[in-house]
């Protein structure tokens, strides 16, 4: 089990916004770890789509942001498009494993 | 660009060792990186196997710390992972990556294809 937890699945039409929740405690999220956004599609190696808690690399689009507040952050994606189905994780580091976690993975599925 | 370019046996019996390397192409080896290994099981999620710096510096999931080591070459820009012991809960896609880091880690940047790893008898 995760010691980030994400909801296993989230869905939206085509233009419709959607948000991706990442729940961590105070030895992760909560202390100040930065978090970061992947987004895998099948077969494919995951790809970095947020870096340090809302930061997009070059050629990421502008439709995905992402916030952290407390133990948690979140991944929004605006104007929903069919390529955007994939999965996504959020990952951060734990002080207290000294080691860096992923979420369990949100899939999107783009209606 | 960097690239990251990984090998090994794809195929293992159980208690055989699981020994992987991945180089760096056309990139900085060294410098305010680490190099990292993830796995992903059938039908699980990403698990974070270790991560090594090119000053040798390394750090390990804890659940796998018993059997798991890496090195690096910095002469040859390539960085390995040895996994002892392995069973079927080792099957799985490997993917080295690079760790990027300034004022914070930037997460991993960088990611190789993937090797797929099956343990079976």
């Known amino acids: 089990q995760s010691v980030l937890t994400q909801p296993p699945s989230v869905s939206g039409a085509p233009g419709q916004r959607v948000t991706i929740s990442c729940v961590g405690s105070r030895s992760n999220i909560g202390a100040g770890y930065e978090v970061h956004w992947y987004q895998q599609f099948q077969d494919e190696a995951p790809k970095r789509l947020i870096y340090g808690s809302s930061n997009r690399p070059s050629g990421v689009p502008d439709r995905f942001s992402a916030s952290k507040s407390g133990t948690s952050a979140s991944l929004d994606i605006a104007g929903l498009q069919a390529e955007d189905g994939a999965v996504y994780y959020c990952?951060?580091?734990?002080?207290?494993?000294?080691?860096?976690?992923f979420g369990g993975g949100t899939r999107l599925t783009v209606l | 660009q960097v690239q990251l370019q990984q090998w090994g046996a794809g195929l293992l019996k159980p208690s055989e060792t699981l020994s992987l390397t991945c180089t760096v192409h056309?990139?900085?080896?060294?410098?305010?990186?680490?190099w990292t290994w993830i796995r992903k099981s059938p039908g699980r999620g990403l698990e974070w196997v270790g991560e090594i710096h090119d000053g040798g510096r390394s750090l390990y999931n804890p659940s796998l710390k018993s059997r798991v080591s890496m090195s690096a070459d910095t002469s040859q820009s390539h960085f390995s992972l040895t996994l002892t012991s392995v069973t079927a809960a080792d099957t799985a896609v490997y993917y080295c990556?690079?760790?990027?880091?300034?004022?914070?880690?930037?997460?991993?940047?960088?990611w190789g294809p993937g090797t797929s790893v099956t343990v079976s008898s």
């Open positions: 990952q951060s580091f734990d002080s207290s494993l000294s080691a860096w976690l």
């Open positions: 056309d990139g900085s080896f060294s410098g305010h990186h680490y």
């Open positions: 990556a690079r760790i990027s880091y300034g004022d914070y880690f930037y997460g991993m940047d960088v």
